[in-house]
C-alpha cells in the first residue's frame, strides 16, 4: 500500500464508497447535557470539564460513523478558546479518529514565512526534536495529522514547508483556494489584467506546485479548498487542477447540495471529498426519531442519508 497522502486518501474513499468528510467542530452549548453533566461530576477546572465533554462528545460521533466515512476534519478553532485544555482535546480526537482508520485534516489554516510556516508544519505534521543535541533529546508527533489546511496566500514559501514535510511522512495540505464564505469575492473574484480572476491564478499555482508531489492514484498531496456554494467557480477550478483533490465546505448547513459539490469531482467520481460539520455532528436536533441521548446515531443516520444524496450526483 502507498505511504503518498492522496493515495491513501483516494484508497479510503474507494474502501468506504463515498466521500464524505465528517466535520468535528464542537460547540459546547450544543453537547447533550448528560455529557456535560458528566463532565462536570469531578472537581476540575471549568476549561478541563469543556475540554472532557467535547473529547467524549466526538469519540461519540468517531465510534458512530468511523466504518462508514473516510475523513475526519476537526476545526481548531473551536478547541482553542478553551486554552490548553482544548488543545489537549483536539489532540486526542485526532489521536482517537486515526486510531479508527479514520484520515484526518487538522482544519488550522496556517501559513507564514518560511521559518515560521515550517515550524507549522512540523508541529501538525511531522516530529519534534525535544532536547535536540543532550543526552535526553526526544523526537516525537504533537498533533500528527494526516494534512492540514493552510492559507496559500502568502505564496510558494509559505507553502514549501508544509509540502516537504509532508512527503517525509505520507501527509498532505488543503491550500485555500475558493473559499465558501459570502464575501470571499471580494479577494479571489477580482479580475487580473490577463482577464483570469485571483482564484483562477491561484488554481494554476496550487497545480504547479503539487506536479512534485505526485502519487500513483494521479493525484498530488497539494489539495484545494474550494467551496460547494460557487458551483460556477469550482467547475472552472476543475478544469485547471484535475490532479488535485478538493476539500469541499459549503454542504449541508452552508447551503450547498448535492448537485452544487458535482463539478468538484472529476469524470471518475474522484478527485473531492465533501464535508459536513453541524448537519452530521448535531443532526440529533433537526432528525426525527433522535434525541441528545441517541446523538451518536443520529450522526450515522445523517451520514447514511449525506452518502445517498451524493450517489444521486453519479
Not at 533529546?137 to 493552510?150: C, K, N, R, Y
Not at 485555500?176 to 471580494?186: A, F, Q, Y
Amino acid at each position: 500500500m502507498s505511504n503518498h497522502f492522496a493515495d491513501r486518501l483516494i484508497d479510503a474513499v474507494k474502501a468506504k464508497g463515498n466521500a464524505i468528510c465528517v466535520g468535528l467542530d464542537p460547540r459546547l452549548n450544543q453537547i447533550p447535557p448528560h455529557l456535560r453533566k458528566q463532565a462536570l461530576s469531578e472537581e476540575k477546572s471549568p476549561t478541563k470539564a469543556a475540554a472532557d465533554a467535547i473529547l467524549e462528545f466526538n469519540k461519540g460521533i468517531i465510534d458512530a460513523t468511523h466504518d462508514i466515512v473516510p475523513v475526519m476534519k476537526p476545526q481548531i478553532a473551536f478547541y482553542e478558546i478553551f486554552g490548553s485544555e482544548g488543545i489537549w482535546a483536539y489532540q486526542e480526537t485526532l489521536k482517537y479518529a486515526k486510531s479508527k482508520g479514520i484520515i484526518t485534516i487538522a482544519d488550522a489554516k496556517r501559513n507564514d514565512i518560511g521559518s515560521t510556516a515550517a515550524a507549522y508544519a512540523t508541529a501538525f505534521l511531522g516530529e519534534s526534536e525535544i532536547f535536540e543535541g543532550t543526552d535526553d533529546e526526544i523526537i516525537m508527533p504533537m498533533f500528527d495529522a494526516d494534512s492540514i489546511t493552510v492559507n496559500a496566500y502568502l505564496g510558494w514559501d509559505g507553502i514549501k514547508p508544509f509540502l516537504e514535510e509532508g512527503a517525509k511522512y505520507g501527509k498532505g495540505i488543503f491550500a485555500l483556494v475558493k473559499t465558501s464564505n459570502p464575501s470571499s469575492g471580494d479577494l479571489q473574484d477580482i479580475e487580473l489584467k490577463d482577464g483570469m480572476s485571483v482564484y483562477e491564478y491561484m488554481g494554476h499555482l496550487m497545480e504547479s506546485w503539487g506536479s512534485d508531489f505526485m502519487g500513483e492514484s494521479g493525484y498530488n498531496s497539494c489539495g484545494a479548498v474550494v467551496g460547494a456554494t460557487y458551483p460556477k467557480q469550482a467547475q472552472v477550478l476543475r478544469r485547471i487542477m484535475p490532479n488535485t483533490i478538493f476539500l469541499v465546505p459549503g454542504y449541508g448547513a452552508q447551503g450547498g447540495g448535492a448537485e452544487d459539490v458535482k463539478p468538484c469531482f472529476n469524470d471518475d467520481g474522484l478527485g473531492a471529498v465533501v464535508n459536513s460539520s453541524r448537519g452530521i455532528t448535531f443532526a440529533y436536533e433537526k432528525l426525527d426519531g433522535f434525541d441528545e441521548k441517541s446523538y451518536a446515531e443520529a450522526a450515522r443516520q445523517a451520514c447514511l442519508n449525506m452518502k445517498k444524496d451524493l450517489e444521486t450526483i453519479f
